[in-house]
């Protein structure tokens, strides 16, 4: 298995990247034992440990995007088998949320992944992981970095278009008169 | 050693190790490009590849480097975390520094084993390093809990590997409650004739174990009883056993059977179980000669006290219609209790032993061998009884047309090595089929014709046996039967026509037979799903009981305290199960001996001062370790009940659960570093 590469308009080999979220007792004891039986796959993912998939803060998510991964994968035990009861549940519940609301930002939610893995399933790992670095391949780079440096600029622009107007008119709002307010990047 | 405590401010030093393992890393990551990246990143004061981290002069590498270099972290990138992760906290901590001041970087079974392009590897490896590089600043010094472990111990399932296990541990002085969903112990070993290789006769060597079950101090045996609900952790598990009704006072019943003799039905008239269906039992019964503990049972589907008072729920309630000589002839015993109901028990044990074993493949899955159309077509147990001197034969071996055969096929690998039904060897049928290839020749003379993919007879003593059975004159047919169908010239006598392709000939063989023999795999129980629900366990894909690891915990189980002995965790022989049967016991043993467990420091705490009193963590709790505090408005983690899944860490809005070694800056720092450019 090689990775998915697709050549960015730098012309530099691209591929994508992802961070898998894995609950210590089945999804990380199954990518454990896909790498006991070698099975080769995608060298994409980059998995943090966490004990159960409860612990996924959607947060997590969210800064992962936002540092520049192209995709997130979280790995919990099947429904019923979570080893804290009903962890996968809270996240199943969070998950859904959080697909949601990466679409209302603009962000394709094939890009967002759950999966259920048991600790035996070392070949759903390696299932999942190819096709999720193959979705990837096929959506391209997000690149919130690169977006988020780019609306920056084009803050300072508006600023400093804005200060242009105000040192020539006086005002830079005809109603209010006062200063336009600063905008938050969402990575600040 | 005295402890290094790191000094506020003290400025961080991070000591970082990446392993070769031989080749298995260091073949596919080039680990001198990624420790000299290592030692360019922040607070990184050593950064060194060795050949063998986990070997003593590996880990005496770190010591040495802590009292050298003054480091106060240390990062190993090596194999899984669930291997070694307790190996270098024990090498830190003997070095002064506290253990939780470790990070693993998994980059062999995560990395090295399943890539295939250099480049990709190292550049994984380096990303892994960073994250981990960076997530230790934020690691605090952390304690050990230590929770006392119950000496009790709850062993389900009385095959042979559950009677080694309870015998052994009730022997050292440990208190065992040993439950087996049948009424009497034994298991498939019980139904057995004989065994190989040594052609000893089962039940003379399974018997005095049973026996000394049943007159153990320090045994509980529950019989016709099953685990109803598991609750807690190692240490403390709370147990609930249903006890099901067998209509007979167990303390009361002497195992006379004089009930048995005096039942209204004369003669025995119903299928008997233990003879799977091929002998005749009535409505009370002793399940087998040798049942611990020998005490009959009432089966109220045939009993006709119970059969006419049937409601149409399908309870039973007693109806007074029958003449109750069962009754009488228990006389002043009193042993028959028509009103028995099932019962409850609750224990606490502090380990458990899974011994709950396989069960035979239905040979009806492979339709082509006309098992249950044919009435000479029989499966392997079958036999085993049929030939057994306790038998419904009393060990003469006649096929259900009253006759002997002449002419016996013995089929290998009926529902093993086979793609439509299972994939896996069950290890023991190519042994048992010669067994039975002797023991049919001993009992009857007929031509026996054994039908083999490979014949497969591994361990101490088998290929010996296999050379003797071979030399008794059997024939040996190397070719997987394809078809078991009447014989067209001999039709109405019940002959069998078995067709197959001699391998070594290639030749088409069909052989006439008076009988058929299905040499049938094992299988999972079928109830192993629910049971490994119950217990938290996890299964292989074929539904077998995970072990830990498989060659260096091979009884050990992912729920701490719960341990595998006999086929539960897949085929083996008697010998394997005993052996794994004392495995267990002795792992169980040294929990017990220990008298204590040390937990994992990764609960949660709520920093109070940042509680809003949102209650939203409470419910999510499913060990109820979170109150409110009413006065305070403040919510409190009980840390003895918490188990550390951090799911209350996550929803909490304001930010203010903290969970040990799984902290917020640890995680986010995590991310930052696998994200962060390389320089491959
Ligand atoms: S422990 Fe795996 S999802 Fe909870």
Same mark, same amino acid.
């Given at each position: 298995?090689?990775?998915?590469?697709?050549?960015?308009?730098?012309?530099?080999?691209?591929?994508?990247?992802?961070?898998?979220?894995?609950?210590?007792?089945?999804?990380?004891?199954?990518?454990?034992?896909?790498?006991?039986?070698?099975?080769?796959?995608?060298?994409?993912?980059?998995?943090?440990?966490?004990?159960?998939?409860?612990?996924?803060?959607?947060?997590?998510?969210?800064?992962?995007?936002?540092?520049?991964?192209?995709?997130?994968?979280?790995?919990?035990?099947?429904?019923?088998?979570?080893?804290?009861?009903?962890?996968?549940?809270?996240?199943?519940?969070?998950?859904?949320?959080?697909?949601?609301?990466?679409?209302?930002?603009?962000?394709?939610?094939?890009?967002?992944?759950?999966?259920?893995?048991?600790?035996?399933?070392?070949?759903?790992?390696?299932?999942?992981?190819?096709?999720?670095?193959?979705?990837?391949?096929?959506?391209?780079?997000?690149?919130?970095?690169?977006?988020?440096?780019?609306?920056?600029?084009?803050?300072?622009?508006?600023?400093?278009?804005?200060?242009?107007?105000?040192?020539?008119?006086?005002?830079?709002?005809?109603?209010?008169?006062?200063?336009?307010?600063?905008?938050?990047?969402?990575?600040? | 050693?005295?402890?290094?405590?790191?000094?506020?401010?003290?400025?961080?030093?991070?000591?970082?190790?990446?392993?070769?393992?031989?080749?298995?890393?260091?073949?596919?990551?080039?680990?001198?490009?990624?420790?000299?990246? *290592?030692?360019?990143?922040?607070? *990184?004061?050593?950064?060194?590849?060795?050949?063998?981290?986990?070997?003593?002069?590996?880990?005496?590498?770190?010591?040495?480097?802590?009292?050298?270099?003054?480091?106060?972290?240390?990062?190993?990138?090596?194999?899984?975390?669930?291997?070694?992760?307790?190996?270098?906290?024990?090498?830190?901590?003997?070095?002064?520094?506290?253990?939780?001041?470790?990070?693993?970087?998994?980059?062999?079974?995560?990395?090295?084993?399943?890539?295939?392009?250099?480049?990709?590897?190292?550049?994984?490896?380096?990303?892994?390093?960073?994250?981990?590089?960076?997530?230790?600043?934020?690691?605090?010094?952390?304690?050990?809990?230590?929770?006392?472990?119950?000496?009790?111990?709850?062993?389900?399932?009385?095959?042979?590997?559950?009677?080694?296990?309870?015998?052994?541990?009730?022997?050292?002085?440990?208190?065992?409650?040993?439950?087996?969903?049948?009424?009497?112990?034994?298991?498939?070993?019980?139904?057995?004739?004989?065994?190989?290789?040594?052609?000893?006769?089962?039940?003379?060597?399974?018997?005095?174990?049973?026996?000394?079950?049943?007159?153990?101090?320090?045994?509980?045996?529950?019989?016709?009883?099953?685990?109803?609900?598991?609750?807690?952790?190692?240490?403390?598990?709370?147990?609930?056993?249903?006890?099901?009704?067998?209509?007979?006072?167990?303390?009361?019943?002497?195992?006379?059977?004089?009930?048995?003799?005096?039942?209204?039905?004369?003669?025995?008239?119903?299928?008997?179980?233990?003879?799977?269906?091929?002998?005749?039992?009535?409505?009370?019964?002793?399940?087998?000669?040798?049942?611990?503990?020998?005490?009959?049972?009432?089966?109220?589907?045939?009993?006709?006290?119970?059969?006419?008072?049937?409601?149409?729920?399908?309870?039973?309630?007693?109806?007074?219609?029958?003449?109750?000589?069962?009754?009488?002839?228990?006389?002043?015993?009193?042993?028959?209790?028509?009103?028995?109901?099932?019962?409850?028990?609750?224990?606490?044990?502090?380990?458990?032993?899974?011994?709950?074993?396989?069960?035979?493949?239905?040979?009806?899955?492979?339709?082509?061998?006309?098992?249950?159309?044919?009435?000479?077509?029989?499966?392997?147990?079958?036999?085993?009884?049929?030939?057994?001197?306790?038998?419904?034969?009393?060990?003469?071996?006649?096929?259900?047309?009253?006759?002997?055969?002449?002419?016996?096929?013995?089929?290998?690998?009926?529902?093993?090595?086979?793609?439509?039904?299972?994939?896996?060897?069950?290890?023991?049928?190519?042994?048992?089929?010669?067994?039975?290839?002797?023991?049919?020749?001993?009992?009857?003379?007929?031509?026996?014709?054994?039908?083999?993919?490979?014949?497969?007879?591994?361990?101490?003593?088998?290929?010996?046996?296999?050379?003797?059975?071979?030399?008794?004159?059997?024939?040996?047919?190397?070719?997987?039967?394809?078809?078991?169908?009447?014989?067209?010239?001999?039709?109405?006598?019940?002959?069998?026509?078995?067709?197959?392709?001699?391998?070594?000939?290639?030749?088409?063989?069909?052989?006439?037979?008076?009988?058929?023999?299905?040499?049938?795999?094992?299988?999972?129980?079928?109830?192993?799903?629910?049971?490994?629900?119950?217990?938290?366990?996890?299964?292989?894909?074929?539904?077998?009981?995970?072990?830990?690891?498989?060659?260096?915990?091979?009884?050990?189980?992912?729920?701490?305290?719960?341990?595998?002995?006999?086929?539960?965790?897949?085929?083996?022989?008697?010998?394997?199960?005993?052996?794994?049967?004392?495995?267990?016991?002795?792992?169980?043993?040294?929990?017990?001996?220990?008298?204590?467990?040390?937990?994992?420091?990764?609960?949660?705490?709520?920093?109070?001062?940042?509680?809003?009193?949102?209650?939203?963590?409470?419910?999510?709790?499913?060990?109820?370790?979170?109150?409110?505090?009413?006065?305070?408005?403040?919510?409190?983690?009980?840390?003895?009940?918490?188990?550390?899944?951090?799911?209350?860490?996550?929803?909490?809005?304001?930010?203010?659960?903290?969970?040990?070694?799984?902290?917020?800056?640890?995680?986010?720092?995590?991310?930052?570093?696998?994200?962060?450019?390389?320089?491959?």
């Amino acid at each position: 298995m090689t990775n998915q590469t697709k050549p960015s308009a730098s012309g530099e080999t691209w591929t994508p990247r992802i961070v898998a979220f894995f609950c210590n007792w089945c999804t990380y004891t199954a990518a454990d034992l896909a790498g006991v039986s070698r099975m080769k796959h995608a060298a994409n993912a980059r998995v943090i440990r966490l004990m159960c998939s409860g612990r996924v803060d959607p947060q997590f998510i969210v800064e992962a995007l936002a540092k520049g991964a192209d995709g997130v994968l979280i790995g919990g035990c099947h429904p019923n088998d979570c080893h804290y009861v009903e962890g996968n549940y809270k996240c199943l519940r969070r998950y859904q949320m959080l697909k949601r609301m990466i679409a209302d930002m603009g962000i394709e939610p094939e890009r967002l992944r759950l999966e259920w893995i048991s600790a035996a399933e070392g070949e759903k790992v390696k299932r999942v992981i190819n096709e999720m670095t193959e979705t990837l391949t096929q959506l391209g780079p997000l690149g919130l970095p690169q977006k988020f440096d780019e609306w920056d600029r084009e803050m300072e622009h508006f600023a400093e278009h804005v200060a242009a107007r105000e040192a020539a008119t006086g005002s830079a709002c005809p109603e209010h008169g006062g200063k336009p307010q600063t905008l938050e990047t969402a990575h600040a | 050693m005295k402890p290094i405590v790191p000094k506020k401010n003290e400025p961080i030093r991070i000591g970082y190790y990446i392993c070769h393992c031989g080749t298995n890393i260091a073949g596919m990551v080039d680990v001198e490009a990624v420790a000299k990246y *290592v030692a360019t990143l922040p607070n *990184v004061a050593i950064s060194r590849n060795y050949k063998y981290m986990c070997s003593d002069p590996g880990q005496e590498l770190i010591q040495q480097d802590i009292r050298e270099h003054r480091l106060n972290r240390i990062v190993v990138e090596a194999c899984s975390p669930l291997l070694h992760e307790l190996t270098f906290r024990k090498a830190t901590e003997a070095a002064g520094l506290n253990p939780f001041y470790v990070q693993m970087v998994n980059t062999r079974e995560h990395n090295s084993w399943v890539h295939t392009d250099r480049t990709e590897a190292t550049r994984k490896a380096m990303a892994l390093a960073r994250a981990a590089i960076q997530r230790v600043p934020h690691h605090k010094p952390l304690e050990v809990k230590k929770v006392p472990v119950n000496p009790n111990v709850l062993i389900v399932g009385g095959g042979i590997a559950g009677i080694h296990a309870a015998l052994t541990l009730a022997n050292a002085g440990k208190m065992v409650y040993l439950v087996d969903k049948e009424a009497t112990i034994g298991g498939h070993m019980a139904m057995f004739d004989k065994t190989f290789p040594t052609l000893d006769c089962a039940m003379c060597v399974l018997s005095p174990k049973m026996a000394a079950v049943g007159s153990h101090p320090n045994i509980h045996l529950w019989t016709y009883s099953e685990v109803a609900k598991v609750d807690g952790y190692v240490g403390n598990f709370n147990i609930t056993v249903r006890r099901k009704p067998r209509y007979i006072l167990e303390d009361l019943c002497t195992g006379c059977q004089e009930c048995v003799d005096a039942c209204v039905f004369k003669e025995p008239k119903f299928p008997d179980k233990f003879n799977l269906g091929l002998g005749k039992r009535k409505p009370v019964f002793l399940p087998f000669a040798q049942a611990i503990p020998p005490v009959v049972m009432i089966d109220p589907e045939v009993c006709l006290n119970f059969k006419r008072g049937k409601n149409p729920d399908g309870t039973h309630t007693v109806s007074d219609k029958c003449k109750k000589t069962c009754v009488q002839a228990c006389g002043d015993r009193k042993a028959i209790d028509f009103k028995q109901t099932e019962e409850f028990k609750n224990i606490t044990v502090g380990t458990i032993i899974m011994a709950t074993g396989f069960q035979i493949f239905d040979a009806k899955r492979t339709p082509f061998y006309g098992y249950g159309v044919y009435p000479n077509v029989y499966n392997a147990l079958e036999i085993e009884r049929i030939i057994n001197a306790s038998g419904p034969t009393e060990g003469e071996l006649i096929m259900r047309n009253g006759q002997r055969p002449k002419k016996v096929a013995i089929v290998h690998c009926v529902g093993s090595r086979d793609e439509n039904t299972n994939r896996w060897c069950s290890r023991v049928c190519c042994l048992y089929s010669l067994k039975l290839a002797h023991l049919i020749k001993e009992h009857t003379n007929a031509e026996v014709y054994n039908f083999y993919i490979d014949m497969r007879t591994p361990g101490k003593s088998m290929e010996e046996f296999y050379n003797r059975i071979a030399e008794e004159g059997m024939h040996l047919i190397r070719g997987k039967v394809a078809d078991v169908y009447p014989d067209p010239n001999n039709g109405a006598t019940g002959r069998l026509v078995v067709q197959a392709e001699d391998t070594l000939t290639n030749k088409i063989l069909k052989i006439p037979v008076d009988m058929v023999v299905l040499g049938v795999g094992l299988e999972p129980q079928p109830d192993s799903e629910n049971l490994r629900r119950q217990f938290n366990l996890s299964c292989s894909s074929e539904g077998w009981f995970l072990e830990r690891h498989p060659k260096l915990a091979p009884v050990n189980t992912f729920t701490d305290g719960i341990f595998l002995a006999g086929c539960c965790q897949g085929p083996k022989d008697i010998p394997d199960s005993v052996a794994q049967a004392g495995a267990a016991a002795s792992e169980a043993f040294a929990l017990i001996d220990k008298g204590h467990v040390e937990q994992e420091p990764n609960t949660a705490y709520i920093l109070a001062d940042e509680c809003s009193g949102c209650k939203s963590c409470i419910p999510l709790c499913p060990y109820t370790a979170i109150t409110f505090d009413e006065e305070r408005k403040k919510a409190i983690i009980n840390e003895a009940l918490c188990k550390g899944c951090g799911t209350c860490v996550a929803a909490c809005p304001s930010g203010s659960i903290v969970q040990n070694l799984f902290e917020d800056e640890e995680i986010f720092s995590e991310i930052d570093g696998v994200l962060a450019p390389v320089p491959v």
